[in-house]
Nanobody
């Protein structure tokens, strides 16, 4: 079975930091990424990374604050979130592609999804 499991979400004050982890199993994952969805909103792109970690992409709203990385030995992708803002509050989803390596920003290009982890930033 193919599975992505997120962890690390929680409640944090504005200006604080959180580190999300996503552990994959069951197959090889190429590009991996993070998306988020707030109530009433569409799921939006946050960050993505290629298998080699050479290529990364970020949404404009998180550039300079979030960093995506991965450890292929652990089949895990991370999202370090610094200087969090209340507008970052959302359910964060890990995503992975079974075929694409250049990390896409469109959610339609990802085959597998985690269950989501809640991130809440208080003001």
């Amino acid at each position: 079975q193919v599975q992505l499991v997120e962890s690390g979400g929680g409640l944090v004050q504005a200006g604080g930091s959180l580190r999300l982890s996503c552990a994959g199993s069951g197959r090889t994952f190429y590009a991996m990424g993070w998306f988020r969805q707030a109530p009433g909103n569409e799921r939006e792109f946050v960050a993505a990374i290629s298998w080699s970690s050479i290529t990364t992409r970020y949404a404009d709203s998180v550039k300079g604050r979030f960093t995506i990385s991965r450890d292929n030995a652990k089949n895990t992708v991370y999202l370090q979130m610094n200087n969090l803002k209340p507008e970052d509050t959302a359910v964060y989803y890990c995503a992975a592609s079974s075929s694409l390596n250049s990390p896409p920003s469109s959610l339609t290009h990802y085959d597998y999804w985690g269950q989501g982890t809640q991130v809440t930033v208080s003001s």
